[in-house]
Structures are given as structure tokens and as C-alpha cells.
């Protein structure tokens, strides 16, 4: 059969004198970032939020993600290491990053720019789970093209062969993952122009984790283990860090519900 050969180099070109790459994961990630601060700002204009409020959002969002998805490699996938080399721990340029502790990173920034402009935690969660699909589907396209995150072999017509890996014939499941999220940004977003669930902060919000987690519960029995430790547990780190953010979204809407039908009974 005739699968998809990929060869793409993780390198996008490399900088002169410095001799420095660029990376496609990174311009990803920046690509992802300008994505959602662009469909952010229109959503705060309507709001009557001014830009320099979102400036100053997105400072601690990114720096919550990047902190929290590194502190999440360390601590969940190989802490032992980290303790021996605690100066690896700094080493972003070698990779290492956990997108479930960059979800916790970014919760944490949430409620700290909150707290300081005094703005409900859930009106905020709201608004940021709108984009998170869409960064989420650029950094899944950035674990493509650095042929990572790659799947378990299959030899469906669309398996890809990640040449500088092996040759064998795997799902893409970063690809799978990538567009989950896109389908899911328009999904949320159709929802919010129509002020469904609008209701009561936090509904899309609860959303996002619920649909998001359980879709990459799932994707991980597709994908082959980052650690070795990882073979000898029931279930991934993946999917074991997936449900609490399951579990966290259906109290959300729960709590939400059940608001709602006390103001119904009364």
C-alpha cells in the first residue's frame, strides 16, 4: 500500500553566524499565540475591555503555559532526572514540554489576573476556552512537523511514515488531535454567537475540558508511550492527567445546572 512518507525537517532554516535553527514547533506556537490574541481582541472590544487589559492577559497566559507545561514534563514524566540535573530543569531548547501542565499553568494565570483586576475566574476561563482549541491545533501541528507524539503502527491508507523516526506505517495521531481542535474552536465559537449556554460563567469553559480531555483520552491509545515507566500502568500519563480535567468540567456544568433549576423551582 501507498502511505504518506514524511520527511519534513524540523528545522525550518538555520541563522546565520549564530548558527541558530528556527524550528517549525515554534513558529507554531507563535503562529497559535497571534491566532488567538487577534480572535481574543475582537471578543473583548465587544466587551468593552481595552486592548491594553488583553496585552497584559496574554503576558500571563504565555508565561503560565511555558512554566507549567515544563514543570508538568519534570514532574509527571521524569522527575528522577530532574532531581539528579536540577539545571536541566531551565533547558526549554531541549525539549519537554506537558501540554496537561501547561492546561494547569494556564488556569493558574487565570485566577492570578483576576484577582488583581477583580474579574470572576469563569468569566475569564470563558473567554479563553474560545481560543485554546485554536492554539491547541498549532502546537499539534508543530509535534508533526518535529515527527513527534507519532502513533501506534496501523496500516490504514492514511497511516504516516515518520522516516526520521523508523519506517513503519503509524497513525498521525498529533494530526488527529490538531484537527479535533480546530473542529472544536468552530464548534465553541458557533455556540457562543448564538449565547447558547451563556447562561452562567463557566459553561463554556466546563465544555472545552470535558470534549478537549476526553478526545485526547482517547487519542492516546493511538499513540505510542513517551516514557518507559509508562509501559507498565493500566493507562498513559496522558490519560491519567486527562481526567481530572474531565472530572472538573462536569462539576462545573453540574454546579451550573443545578443553579439554574433552584431559580426554575423558586
Known amino acids: 500500500m501507498n502511505y504518506i512518507t514524511w520527511t519534513v525537517d524540523k528545522d525550518l532554516f538555520t541563522i546565520p553566524v549564530l548558527d541558530h535553527p528556527i524550528r517549525w514547533y515554534g513558529l507554531f506556537w507563535l503562529f497559535g499565540i497571534l491566532l488567538a490574541y487577534k480572535v481574543l481582541a475582537s471578543m473583548f472590544r465587544k466587551d468593552g475591555k481595552p486592548i491594553e487589559f488583553l496585552d497584559q492577559l496574554t503576558i500571563y497566559i504565555i508565561t503560565g503555559t511555558i512554566i507549567g ?33 501547561g492546561g494547569i499553568g494556564i488556569l493558574i494565570a487565570i485566577y492570578l489576573f483576576g484577582r488583581k483586576h477583580q474579574l470572576p475566574f469563569l468569566w475569564l476561563a470563558d473567554r479563553i476556552a474560545l481560543v485554546i482549541p485554536l492554539a491547541g491545533a498549532c502546537i499539534r501541528l508543530g509535534n508533526l512537523m518535529n515527527s513527534e507524539m507519532i502513533g501506534t503502527p496501523t496500516h490504514l491508507p492514511w497511516a504516516f511514515v515518520f522516516t526520521h523516526v523508523d519506517h513503519i506505517p503509524r497513525h498521525p495521531a498529533q494530526l488527529y488531535e490538531a484537527l479535533f481542535c480546530m473542529l472544536l474552536f468552530l464548534i465553541l465559537n458557533r455556540l457562543w454567537m448564538k449565547s447558547i449556554f451563556r447562561n452562567a460563567h463557566g459553561n463554556y469553559f466546563a465544555l472545552l475540558l470535558i470534549l478537549l480531555f476526553s478526545f485526547r483520552f482517547l487519542d492516546e491509545f493511538l499513540k505510542i508511550n513517551q516514557e518507559h515507566f509508562e509501559e507498565s500502568l493500566f493507562i498513559n500519563m496522558g490519560q491519567l492527567l486527562s481526567i481530572p480535567f474531565i472530572v472538573i468540567g462536569g462539576i462545573v456544568l453540574f454546579l451550573n445546572y443545578s443553579k439554574k433549576l433552584k431559580v426554575r423551582l423558586h
Open 69 to 101: 507545561a515544563r514543570l508538568g514534563h519534570v514532574l509527571f514524566y521524569d522527575p528522577s532526572y530532574y532531581i539528579a540535573n536540577p539545571l536541566k530543569i531551565i533547558a526549554l531548547w531541549e525539549g519537554g514540554l506537558a501540554s496537561h501542565g
